[in-house]
T-cell receptor, first 113, second 113 residues
Framework: EPEVTQTPSHQVTQMGQEVILRCVPI?????FYWYRQILGQKVEFLVS????????KSEIFDDQFSVERPDGSNFTLKIRSTKLEDSAMYFC???????????FGPGTRLTVT | DAKTTQPNSMESNEEEPVHLPCNHS???????IHWYRQLPSQGPEYVIH???SNVNNRMASLAIAEDRKSSTLILHRATLRDAAVYYC??????????????FGTGTSLTVIP
């Protein structure tokens, strides 16, 4: 069964450093998402992406965040200057056109020290 | 998006049916009812969705009240693998938006062997 993959599974970085989280969505899906989940809290929407542009973004997704689809398979989330409060599990998801079902990846645990 | 209310936690014995309730008294006519679950240390996983009629799939059944102000996710025979947080989410049928989800705190289901 096709699945969304994410790398790395765990990223440790120092405050102020840039990080790039990578996702490979399911191949025929055209809608892509990033969510995050701070430990013990609920899953929060960050951004949705379609047709090479951001569809919607939440208040969390400020100027420190950016997304990109650099090629036909990868979808990345960049945090330009990480803060301690960016420590969370980051989930990528994708869905195909005409479907409401989102497929989530296993997540990347980001730890900012 | 309209708000949903779910119990914080529920318990079920293994191999017995589980009924997970969700109240959504302010649901609009174009809101779909989605259920996702999150197994420990994993990303959310699609379970089922519906609009007005009851729905069945291989994982579960969704019973929707006639006035649509509440719904119930039914797991017909709980297994230990069904221990997860179950989220009931409403999302408007808007074709040209990202259709991202706004997760609440969900119901944490414990399955007792």
């Amino acid at each position: 069964e096709p699945e969304v993959t994410q790398t790395p599974s765990h990223q440790v970085t120092q405050m102020g450093q840039e990080v790039i989280l990578r996702c490979v969505p399911i191949s025929n899906h055209l809608y892509f998402y990033w969510y995050r989940q701070i430990l013990g809290q609920k899953v929060e929407f960050l951004v949705s992406f379609y047709n090479n542009e951001i569809s919607e973004k939440s208040e969390i997704f400020d100027d420190q965040f950016s997304v990109e689809r650099p090629d036909g398979s990868n979808f990345t989330l960049k945090i330009r200057s990480t803060k301690l409060e960016d420590s969370a599990m980051y989930f990528c998801a994708s869905r195909e056109v005409g479907s409401y079902e989102q497929y989530f990846g296993p997540g990347t645990r980001l730890t900012v020290t | 998006d309209a708000k949903t209310t779910q119990p914080n936690s529920m318990e079920s014995n293994e191999e017995e049916p589980v009924h997970l309730p969700c109240n959504h008294s302010t649901i609009s006519g174009t809101d779909y009812i989605h259920w996702y679950r999150q197994l420990p240390s994993q990303g959310p996983e699609y379970v089922i969705h519906g609009l007005t009629s009851n729905v069945n799939n291989r994982m579960a059944s969704l019973a929707i009240a006639e006035d649509r102000k509440s719904s119930t996710l039914i797991l017909h025979r709980a297994t230990l693998r069904d221990a997860a947080v179950y989220y009931c989410i409403l999302r408007d049928v808007a074709i040209y938006t990202g259709n991202q989800f706004y997760f609440g705190t969900g119901t944490s289901l414990t399955v007792i062997p």
